[in-house]
Nanobody, 126 residues
């Protein structure tokens, strides 16, 4: 089984930065791509960003473009999300996800991802 464990969430003031990390463990697993999603109270889980494991091609949701950067380290089997210029509307539980067979056209679909972490809370105060 594959496990994903997020870390790095917390409380930050608007305009601040946070770095989330996701550690991949378990059976030998080479994801086609990994992504970050978030879910605020009372809302559906939404796509934030994704990256292909080979090649490092990235995709971002419009609200986070130029503020967030997704990256991965194949040797360490980690996925990171550097978040800058944070806004109160970025407050949510952030989840990392891994896809065994990823299609860019479906990158924003939850069903495209096979494995999920437990989530880490990010709170941005105004």
């Amino acid at each position: 089984q594959v496990q994903l464990v997020e870390s790095g969430g917390g409380l930050v003031q608007a305009g601040g930065s946070l770095r989330l990390s996701c550690a991949v463990s378990g059976r030998t697993f080479g994801p086609a791509a990994m992504g970050w999603f978030r879910q605020a109270p009372g809302t559906e889980r939404e796509f934030v960003a994704a990256i292909t494991w080979i090649g490092g091609n990235t995709l971002y949701q419009d609200p986070v473009k130029s503020r967030f950067t997704i990256s991965r380290d194949d040797a360490k089997k980690t996925l990171d999300l550097q978040m800058s210029s944070l806004k109160p509307e970025d407050t949510a539980v952030y989840y990392c996800a891994a896809s065994a067979r990823w299609r860019r056209s479906n990158a924003k679909d939850i069903a495209e991802y096979n494995y999920w972490g437990q989530g880490t809370q990010v709170t941005v105060s105004s």
